[in-house]
């Protein structure tokens, strides 16, 4: 865990705990930009704290996941403030998700 009481994860790292566990995958970018293929809720960074009943219980791994990292780190941070234990981000979201190969869908 970081400082900020959340993991950061490389996008090798999430390849393999998507393979290996149960987590949440949260889209927090606006606009929608894409989407990694096992993602299971989209809600925006800066309405995460107002979206809570849309995530599963406060110790249940959530990963969060936006373009670049940025807003996913705002949105991690808000979620550890509110008491989520196992909070993990894409660290360079889905930009360094694409860099290390990996598929990007985008539905419009």
């Given at each position: 865990r970081n400082p900020d009481g959340y993991?950061?994860?490389r996008a090798e790292q999430l390849q393999a705990?998507?393979?290996d566990e149960k987590v949440t995958l949260v889209n927090v970018h606006v606009?929608?930009?894409g989407e990694l293929p096992a993602t299971d809720r989209?809600?925006?960074f800066d309405?995460?704290?107002n979206r809570t009943v849309e995530l599963p219980d406060k110790d249940a791994p959530i990963v969060l996941y936006c373009r670049s990292g940025s807003m996913s780190t705002q949105?991690?941070?808000?979620l550890v403030g509110?008491?989520?234990t196992n909070v993990y981000e894409l660290d360079g979201g889905f930009n360094a998700w694409v860099?290390?190969?990996y598929e990007l869908l985008y539905k419009p």
């Open positions: 993991v950061d994860l705990l998507l393979q606009p929608y930009e989209f809600i925006p309405q995460i704290q949105a991690a941070k808000v509110l008491g989520y860099a290390a190969g």
